[in-house]
């Protein structure tokens, strides 16, 4: 069942996407940034995936570009999930949001907004979900250290 | 004793809207601790009268830098940790991350293992539907319906405790199988309390299935259609009161449900007296599956025989140089998965609980992300709040189960 799918997927995104995987149950297809919109319209409208499972963001320090910015779907008439990824730079990390295609991208956008500094063009909503407002810098990223603290009340003087 | 100086904090949000879009509308902040809502949630609202025009609803107050946390320990120190995503089902939470991190090494779990973890699966399933929907009655004032939910989910938290020692966080699943087998006697109490449960589910539809104060506060109140929970990614519970019948236990069938006769029971119309239903009978259908696992669970092992991930026999440990060798390197290293991503998910009590793991060899993972079904339902309670009366915030977002561990991660 799931076969068939991934390969209609593969067939109808040949040329669009890039090299197409199947590992773990989840087809994985890399894609240009630039051509996100393409082949996520395509996947919604033609190929039914309907439902938005989940953004997020892989940071490699050491390589260039340095982000992956993952994608999920989930057909909730085929049943299986396909996966998208697509690389960006340090200096330029933005992908087109999803928002008009899926409303639950809007949430899901800000976090990776906020933990990675991914950049979703056409989301007028990336304000902080999970941290608060004024919060410098993105905590996921490798570089950002775990022990650093920015505590939105400053701490009271315990001396007497 | 130094008291705090009386200056201004900072606010933590930044309300999507702070003037009014139409003539004589106030906006009124609820949360983020408020007592007629469980969970740190803040919703800025904006009022005609006591309709509620629109909603912002904000989360994170509970946010500790989870997925952050799990980059520097080990795969198998992390099972703690997303213990504490959902209070009220971790063993769920437990079950679904072991997995994810089985598929990245290729482990296939013995069979004993895979019906017990189901087993256990649905029973945490009962537990946090009753927990559920006992908060949310009880928030409309049906106190003793309460009790009588509380009562059945602390005869499960008790028996729990006698299998793994806690009450509500277990730490129960390993890698590769689980922490240790079943206690003597474990099976017969265990029918005990699903035929008092039986008893006191069908007090509860007694008391408010068809009670006026009831109907009148869940029936067509916190509407949504199947479309709009697609598209703003709902599943679990809340997908199935729209009507859908999707359930990933019967749509990609994983540990042993596919051997399973149950049944996914939906709603009509997607409100609140629809997922207060969907709900209870999810609670049967848990309950039937439990009855069937008891009789299929077979002898054997727990664990996989795999010295990769699975700790040697402490008698070993303590009297030969390979064993205590391994174990400290389990301890010491981490179990080592190769080098790949995984995303794994399971039913969830809420819905969809998937976990996209990154690996690149090693004891410790590269990513961990965690794909929540609270953290998704808040995106989109704004559509089950808007247009609604101010007292209807709280039996909807009552019935919407926001788990605030695995909201805010």
């Known amino acids: ?160 | 004793m130094s008291s705090p100086p009386h200056t201004t904090l900072p606010n933590p949000i930044r309300p999507a809207f702070d003037q009014g879009s139409v003539e004589g509308s106030v906006i009124v902040n609820i949360g983020p601790s408020h007592p007629a809502t469980h969970g740190t949630i803040q919703i800025v609202a904006e009022l005609s009268g006591e309709r509620v025009l629109r909603t912002d609803v904000h989360c994170g107050y509970l946010h500790r830098g989870f997925e952050k946390e799990c980059e520097s320990h080990t795969w198998h120190n992390l099972i703690p940790y997303v213990d504490r995503l959902n209070y009220c089902s971790a063993l769920i939470n437990d079950f679904a991350y072991c997995e994810a991190v089985e598929k990245l090494m290729g482990i296939e779990i013995t069979a004993r293992c895979r019906y017990l973890r189901t087993l256990l699966a649905e029973y945490s399933r009962i537990a946090d539907h009753l927990t559920c929907v006992a908060a949310a009655l009880m928030e409309l004032g049906a106190m003793t319906a309460f009790l009588y939910l509380v009562t059945i989910r602390d005869y499960i938290y008790e028996h729990l405790a006698d299998l793994t020692g806690a009450r509500v966080t277990y730490t129960y699943g390993r890698i590769g199988g689980l922490a240790r087998d079943l206690p003597d006697g474990w099976l017969e109490r265990l029918g005990e309390i699903l035929d008092e449960m039986d008893t006191f589910t069908g007090r509860v539809h007694g008391l408010v299935d068809r009670n006026r104060i009831f109907i009148d506060r869940m029936r067509d109140v916190g509407v949504i259609s199947s479309a709009d929970a697609v598209n703003w990614g709902f599943t679990g519970p809340l997908l199935r009161s729209t009507g859908a019948p999707r359930d990933l236990r019967k749509d990609t069938p994983y540990l042993a449900y596919a051997e399973l006769d149950f049944e996914v029971p939906v709603g009509i119309k997607g409100d609140n007296y629809d997922r207060y239903y969907v709900r209870m009978r999810e609670i049967d259908e848990s309950a039937h599956m439990i009855r069937q696992l008891v009789d299929m669970l077979p002898a054997g092992p727990i664990c996989v025989d795999d010295r990769r991930c699975s700790f040697p026999d402490k008698q070993l440990v303590y009297t030969e140089i390979e064993s205590l060798i391994n174990h400290f390197k389990l301890v010491m290293d981490g179990p080592q998965v190769p080098p790949g991503e995984v995303y794994s998910a399971h039913e969830g009590a809420n819905g969809e609980l998937g976990f996209y793991l990154v690996s690149v060899g090693g004891g410790v993972p590269w990513k961990v992300h965690c794909r929540s079904p609270s953290f998704v339902h808040m995106g989109g309670a704004h559509r089950m709040l808007d247009g609604y009366q101010l007292a209807d915030i709280v039996p909807t977002f009552g019935s919407i189960n926001m788990i605030g561990g695995e909201c805010d991660r």
């Open chain 1, 1 to 160: 069942m799931s076969d068939a799918v991934f390969e209609q997927v593969r067939e109808r995104l040949a040329g669009v996407a890039g090299e197409a995987t199947v590992a773990h149950g989840t087809l994985a297809l890399e894609v240009e940034a630039a051509r996100l919109v393409a082949v996520v319209r395509t996947l919604k409208d033609e190929l039914g995936f309907d439902m938005f499972l989940d953004v997020t963001a892989v940071d490699w320090p050491d390589r260039e570009p340095r982000f992956d910015v993952v994608w999920h779907f989930y057909s909730t008439r085929h049943f299986v999930r396909i996966r998208l990824k697509a690389r960006v730079t340090l200096a330029d990390p933005t992908v087109d949001t999803l928002v008009p295609f899926y409303g639950s991208a809007r949430y899901m956008e800000r976090e990776c907004h906020e933990m990675y500094g991914i950049v979703f063009r056409g989301n007028d909503d990336l304000r902080p979900l999970l941290l608060y407002e004024g919060f410098e810098g993105h905590p996921l990223r490798k570089d950002y250290p775990k022990q650093k603290e920015q505590p939105l009340v400053p701490y009271r003087d315990a001396k007497p």
